[in-house]
C-alpha cells in the first residue's frame, strides 16, 4: 500500500489567504505572485489525456515482396515442402462495410506438425526448419489482404488439445490498440468443437473465425476469412484480449 500523501498545513487565521490572493504555490521564488497562475488545488484530481489512435501509417511501398507469405524464410528461399500450401485471404471492413484501406495484418501460427521454431516449444528441435510461420500483409483500396501459408497442424498448450489455426492481428486508423481474432478451418470440426478458445465464444458468433473455402489462388486451395472490426454481433469479428 503506497503511502498517503502529506496532509497540506492548516493556515494561522491571521495568515490565511483571501479567495483573491494567491497561495503559496502560485508565487516567484520572490515571494511576488505569477501572473494568471492557478490557485493550487491539493490532492485534486487530474484529467486523463485522450487516448490516440495507432499510428504511424505506412505506405505500401514499407512492405517487401514475400512479406505476407509464410512458408519460407526470406523472400529467395525455397518454400517449405511439408504440409500443404494454402492462400487464406479476405477483406477487412469497418462498422457499416466500408474497407477498411492500407490496415496492417500479421499473421503467425504451428507448422504443419504443430510446432514453433520458437525458443518456449519443447519440440522446437522437430520443428520445420524452411518454415517461418510469421509474416505480413496490408490492405489494398478495396480492403483485401492475403496470405500464403500452409495448413497448420494441432497441437497441445499446457495439456491442452489447440485446433489448428492462425493467430491474427489488425491494425489501422481509427483503432486504439490492435485487434486480435484467430482463423480455424472448417474440416477440423472435432478438434475446433474442443478447442479452448474457440469455446469461449458464444456458439453462434462462432462461424466468424471459421474460414470459408474458396476455391483456389495461384494453384493452391483458398479460405477466407472476411474481419468486421464493428458492427452488430451477427456481423462483427470476435476479438480476444492480449
Do not use: K
Not at 50 to 77: E, S, V
Not at 207 to 223: F, N, R, S, V
Amino acid at each position: 500500500m503506497t503511502d498517503a500523501p502529506p496532509r497540506p498545513a492548516a493556515a494561522h487565521p491571521d495568515t490565511a489567504p483571501t479567495p483573491d490572493a494567491p497561495t503559496p504555490d502560485a508565487a516567484s521564488p520572490s515571494g511576488a505572485p505569477r501572473t494568471g497562475a492557478a490557485p493550487a488545488r491539493p490532492n485534486a484530481s487530474i484529467l486523463p489525456t485522450a487516448q490516440q489512435t495507432i499510428g504511424p501509417f505506412f505506405p505500401a511501398t514499407f512492405f517487401r515482396d514475400g512479406d505476407n507469405d509464410l512458408t519460407r524464410l526470406t523472400p529467395d528461399a525455397p518454400p517449405t515442402t511439408r504440409g500443404t500450401r494454402i492462400v487464406l485471404h479476405g477483406i477487412v471492413t469497418r462498422e457499416g462495410g466500408a474497407p477498411c484501406v492500407n490496415a496492417i495484418l500479421e499473421a503467425w501460427q504451428a507448422d504443419a506438425g504443430g510446432r514453433f521454431n520458437h525458443p518456449l516449444d519443447p519440440a522446437r528441435h522437430l520443428a520445420d526448419p524452411d518454415f517461418l510461420g510469421w509474416g505480413r500483409a496490408w490492405t489494398d483500396t478495396e480492403g483485401r489482404y492475403a496470405f500464403h501459408t500452409i495448413l497448420p497442424g494441432p497441437y497441445a498448450e499446457a495439456g491442452i488439445r489447440r485446433a489448428p489455426h492462425v493467430n491474427l492481428t489488425v491494425m489501422g486508423a481509427g483503432l486504439m490498440r490492435r485487434v486480435r481474432t484467430v482463423a480455424f478451418f472448417p474440416m477440423f470440426g472435432p478438434e475446433n468443437a474442443d478447442d479452448p478458445i474457440l469455446t469461449l465464444v458464444p456458439e453462434s458468433r462462432r462461424p466468424h473465425l471459421i474460414t470459408t473455402p474458396d476455391g483456389e489462388a495461384e494453384g493452391h486451395p483458398a479460405y477466407r476469412l472476411d474481419i468486421r472490426l464493428r458492427g452488430p454481433a451477427e456481423e462483427e469479428t470476435p476479438h480476444f484480449e492480449d
